[in-house]
């Protein structure tokens, strides 16, 4: 009996087995002037004849388009060119063997290809691969593929976790990208720690009960404990300074985090899509193609929010939404401050039929629904603010569609102010490209 395809390089998520140029893309509707620089997303694309144990195993693959004066100048496809992608195996002690396949980022001049468990890989413009980047030396461990960048100050804070002592360290640098700042966060233990948040005056760190475990052999060797507590770290961004943790006593695992800041009462408020047990080890079934997976990557984790009182050393904790969503995003001018709004992908069921991009209003409780039709997998939906914006969802959101049914891709440009309105802008790429992870908007003046 011929074994199934695992479901992390079937489908939507099937690789691509080259890399291509194309030029002068078809673009229906209006793309807007201000959208003038490059829309770039990373993900898992294993090389032909390479089965991953795990979906977050897979080598890098980049894709990117290139807008300006209201064209789609170009899209391309890249491999990071990492040791990895040569087969050089992953150990955990050479950080330069990185699969480099989770985000791509651009701060202080440099673009960068991420996976928290190595170095960054820095790539050109146009995504080739220049080389490992380690900060001028001062980084020696691993960074996170989720680094947050500060709208005020331009600094970028970012964390290495590790499942052996130290287990967590907090560094920050500045906006040309010089490290100023590394320290070991007291009180972490061995969780798998993906993303975290900061508030204007924190740096929130999450101790989640998926936690460092030998007898898990998927090449991700992390499992959920019922006897590990979930934590919420929050340490001062301003330091040398010691970490508060709290301990929850709902236990969950958060995988991405939408946002997190003080409120009026000097809280500190955490958001983002929760996964209890059960949806984080049959979403994990997914991950590694294991008997009893679902029909998608994500098995229930849902909309919450955490707030924190440093006053009294209390926790509560609420749920916002009953949809199940994940990779959450939002205007990211707003990190660290209090947003209203954020979006995510919508995943079928509870009444929903296909895949969705989902704007929640969190001072309404209110959702609206953007309905991709049966066969297509939207992406992350990245936001950029409208030229002449005021209010926090003027602007749009860039995601790729897979469309199963075409064997095609469409790089769309919603309405953020109003998901109910059509497509501002569709541009058609030239292949499906496969579902993919992590991505961002870069403007030219960058």
């Given at each position: 009996?011929?074994?199934?395809?695992?479901?992390?390089?079937?489908?939507?998520?099937?690789?691509?087995?080259?890399?291509?140029?194309?030029?002068?893309?078809?673009?229906?509707g209006s793309l807007p002037p201000e959208l003038n620089g490059r829309y770039f997303r990373n993900g898992h694309n294993p090389k032909p004849g390479?089965?991953?144990?795990?979906?977050?195993?897979?080598?890098?693959?980049?894709?990117?388009?290139?807008?300006?004066?209201?064209?789609?100048?170009?899209?391309?496809?890249?491999?990071?060119?990492?040791?990895?992608?040569?087969?050089?195996?992953?150990?955990?002690?050479?950080?330069?063997?990185?699969?480099?396949?989770?985000?791509?980022?651009?701060?202080?001049?440099?673009?960068?290809?991420?996976?928290?468990?190595?170095?960054?890989?820095?790539?050109?413009?146009?995504?080739?691969?220049?080389?490992?980047?380690?900060?001028?030396?001062?980084?020696?461990?691993?960074?996170?593929?989720?680094?947050?960048?500060?709208?005020?100050?331009?600094?970028?804070?970012?964390?290495?976790?590790?499942?052996?002592?130290?287990?967590?360290?907090?560094?920050?640098?500045?906006?040309?990208?010089?490290?100023?700042?590394?320290?070991?966060?007291?009180?972490?233990?061995?969780?798998?720690?993906?993303?975290?948040?900061?508030?204007?005056?924190?740096?929130?760190?999450?101790?989640?009960?998926?936690?460092?475990?030998?007898?898990?052999?998927?090449?991700?060797?992390?499992?959920?404990?019922?006897?590990?507590?979930?934590?919420?770290?929050?340490?001062?961004?301003?330091?040398?300074?010691?970490?508060?943790?709290?301990?929850?006593?709902?236990?969950?695992?958060?995988?991405?985090?939408?946002?997190?800041?003080?409120?009026?009462?000097?809280?500190?408020?955490?958001?983002?899509?929760?996964?209890?047990?059960?949806?984080?080890?049959?979403?994990?079934?997914?991950?590694?193609?294991?008997?009893?997976?679902?029909?998608?990557?994500?098995?229930?984790?849902?909309?919450?929010?955490?707030?924190?009182?440093?006053?009294?050393?209390?926790?509560?904790?609420?749920?916002?939404?009953?949809?199940?969503?994940?990779?959450?995003?939002?205007?990211?001018?707003?990190?660290?401050?209090?947003?209203?709004?954020?979006?995510?992908?919508?995943?079928?069921?509870?009444?929903?039929?296909?895949?969705?991009?989902?704007?929640?209003?969190?001072?309404?409780?209110?959702?609206?629904?953007?309905?991709?039709?049966?066969?297509?997998?939207?992406?992350?939906?990245?936001?950029?603010?409208?030229?002449?914006?005021?209010?926090?969802?003027?602007?749009?959101?860039?995601?790729?569609?897979?469309?199963?049914?075409?064997?095609?891709?469409?790089?769309?440009?919603?309405?953020?102010?109003?998901?109910?309105?059509?497509?501002?802008?569709?541009?058609?790429?030239?292949?499906?490209?496969?579902?993919?992870?992590?991505?961002?908007?870069?403007?030219?003046?960058?």
């Open positions: 009996m011929k074994e199934l395809a695992k479901p992390y390089i079937s489908d939507h998520f099937r690789p691509v087995t080259d890399e291509i140029t194309a030029h002068e893309l078809t673009v229906h390479v089965t991953p144990s795990h979906w977050f195993r897979g080598e890098g693959m980049l894709h990117g388009v290139r807008l300006a004066n209201g064209r789609a100048e170009w899209y391309r496809n890249r491999w990071v060119k990492t040791p990895f992608l040569d087969g050089v195996p992953f150990t955990g002690t050479e950080l330069d063997v990185s699969a480099a396949a989770t985000n791509i980022i651009f701060h202080g001049g440099r673009y960068l290809a991420l996976q928290e468990a190595n170095l960054p890989w820095e790539v050109t413009s146009e995504l080739e691969t220049v080389g490992v980047y380690d900060f001028g030396g001062k980084l020696t461990s691993a960074m996170t593929a989720h680094p947050k960048e500060d709208p005020v100050t331009g600094e970028l804070h970012f964390f290495s976790y590790s499942p052996f002592p130290p287990y967590l360290t907090y560094y920050v640098a500045d906006a040309t990208g010089e490290i100023i700042r590394s320290q070991v966060v007291d009180g972490s233990g061995p969780s798998l720690m993906h993303d975290f948040a900061i508030t204007r005056e924190h740096a929130v760190f999450i101790n989640s009960p998926v936690v460092f475990d030998h007898a898990e052999h998927s090449g991700i060797p992390y499992r959920w404990h019922d006897d590990v507590p979930f934590r919420i770290g929050v340490m001062p961004r301003t330091g040398p300074a010691k970490a508060t943790w709290f301990e929850i006593d709902d236990q969950a695992a958060i995988l991405h985090v939408t946002n997190s800041y003080v409120d009026q009462w000097g809280r500190v408020v955490l958001e983002g899509p929760r996964f209890d047990r059960a949806a984080w080890e049959t979403s994990w079934k997914w991950w590694v193609g294991a008997p009893g997976y679902g029909s998608t990557f994500d098995a229930g984790s849902t909309f919450h929010r955490w707030i924190l009182d440093p006053a009294t050393g209390k926790a509560t904790d609420e749920a916002l939404d009953n949809l199940t969503t994940e990779f959450p995003s939002m205007n990211d001018d707003h990190t660290g401050s209090a947003n209203r709004y954020s979006y995510a992908i919508a995943f079928p069921g509870a009444g929903l039929s296909g895949y969705h991009t989902i704007k929640f209003d969190t001072a309404t409780g209110e959702r609206q629904l953007f309905s991709h039709g049966e066969g297509r997998l939207p992406g992350e939906a990245v936001f950029v603010p409208a030229g002449d914006g005021t209010r926090e969802d003027d602007g749009y959101l860039l995601t790729i569609v897979s469309d199963l049914r075409a064997d095609a891709s469409q790089l769309l440009v919603l309405d953020a102010s109003n998901l109910t309105n059509d497509p501002i802008a569709t541009i058609e790429l030239p292949r499906r490209v496969p579902a993919g992870i992590h991505g961002h908007w870069i403007e030219d003046h960058k």
